[in-house]
C-alpha cells in the first residue's frame, strides 16, 4: 500500500496483508498533559475476504518498507467490527495491559505496612511486558514520594496506580520502543527534529503561563503553596500531598509556558510520539509541541 509515496507492510499476529487501508492514528493526552495514561490508538480496514481472523490483543505490526526513519509503535488487537466489505480492527498500545491487578504479596511491606516507589513502579513495567524498568523524564517529584502506601497498592490496578502517581507528580505516562515513560509537566519535549514538509496552517490557540504559583491540595484541608490566577497557576490534588511533593513539582513547572496549536494535515518525515517539537518552516516561532 502506498500513501504519500511511502509504501507500508502490515502483519497480524504474525499474518501479512497486502491490501488495507483508511489507517488511522492517534496520540491523545488530556488537558494540558498533567494527569493519566495516553495511548496511542491505531485502527485499519482490511478485506473481509482476506482477513483470516486474529487472537485477542495480537500483535499488530505496521512498517514503513520505504523509509526506515519512519518507525510505528506496536500496537496490540482491542476490537474489530465490520464495515460493508471490510472489517475495521481497533488496536491499542501497550498501555492496555495495565489494565491488571498489580501482582504484590501481602508480605511486601514494610513494618509501616508501606513499599519504595521506584519498586512499585518498575514491577508494573516488568509486569505488563514493557522493558525493565520505569523511566523518568524528570526525577525531583518521584523522588519526592520515596514509599507508597499498602492501600494505595495493594489489589489495585496497574494503571490505577500509575494514574495515582502522575497526578501527584503533575504529569503522565505513555510509552515508546517499548518503555514506560513518566513525562513531567514543564519538561523539554520528548522527541526533538521532527520537520514538517508540507503542512496545512497552523492555529495558534490559548497560552498557560508562564506559570508562577502552584497549588496542591489533599487529606482534607492540607494545603501547599498559593493559588494566582487561572492562566499562571497549576492546581494539584492528590492524598500524597506534601511540602516536599509540592516543593518538587513546583520548581520543574516555574517559569514554564504552554501555547496550544492545532494543525489539520501535515506530511512529516518521522511518526510523531506523545509530546514531540514539529518543526514548521513557514511558521514564525519555528516550532511547535504535539500534545494531543
Known amino acids: 500500500m502506498t500513501v504519500f509515496s511511502y509504501t507500508y507492510k502490515l502483519e497480524i499476529d504474525g499474518a501479512e496483508y497486502e491490501t488495507f487501508g483508511d489507517m488511522r492514528m492517534s496520540f491523545a493526552v488530556d488537558g494540558l498533559g498533567l494527569s493519566g495514561i495516553c495511548t496511542a490508538t491505531f485502527s485499519v480496514a482490511i478485506p473481509s475476504s482476506d482477513f483470516g481472523g486474529a487472537s485477542s490483543s495480537a500483535e499488530v505490526v505496521l512498517t514503513c518498507t520505504s523509509n526506515s526513519f519512519i518507525t510505528f509503535p506496536t500496537f496490540y488487537l482491542s476490537g474489530r467490527s465490520a464495515n460493508g466489505k471490510a472489517v475495521v480492527l481497533s488496536c491499542v498500545d501497550r498501555m492496555m495491559f495495565t489494565d491488571q491487578m498489580y501482582a504484590i504479596a ?97 492555529v495558534k490557540g490559548g497560552t498557560k503561563g508562564p506559570i508562577s504559583n502552584l497549588y496542591m491540595t489533599g487529606n482534607g484541608d492540607t494545603a501547599y503553596g498559593q493559588a494566582g490566577s487561572a492562566s499562571n497557576t497549576i492546581k494539584i490534588d492528590t492524598p500524597m500531598v506534601s511540602a516536599a511533593l509540592a516543593g518538587a513539582v513546583g520548581e520543574v513547572v516555574n517559569e514554564y509556558t504552554y501555547n496550544a496549536w492545532s494543525c489539520d494535515k501535515a506530511l512529516l518525515d518521522v511518526c510523531p510520539t506523545f509530546d514531540t517539537a514539529i518543526d514548521f518552516p513557514t511558521v514564525k516561532q519555528g516550532f511547535a509541541t504535539m500534545r494531543q
Open 106 to 202: 501481602d508480605t511486601a511491606y514494610d513494618s509501616n505496612g508501606e513499599i519504595l516507589t521506584i519498586s512499585v513502579l518498575n514491577d508494573i513495567a516488568g509486569q505488563c511486558g514493557f522493558n525493565s524498568g520505569a523511566m523518568f523524564l524528570g526525577v525531583k517529584a518521584i523522588n519526592a514520594i520515596p514509599k507508597l502506601k499498602k492501600e494505595q497498592t495493594y489489589k489495585r490496578q496497574c494503571s490505577d496506580i500509575l494514574s495515582m502517581v502522575a497526578t501527584a507528580c503533575g504529569g503522565y505516562w505513555f510509552t515508546y520502543n517499548n518503555n514506560l515513560i513518566f513525562k513531567p509537566f514543564g519538561t523539554s519535549p520528548y522527541l526533538s527534529g521532527v520537520n514538517a514538509a508540507k503542512h496545512t496552517a497552523v
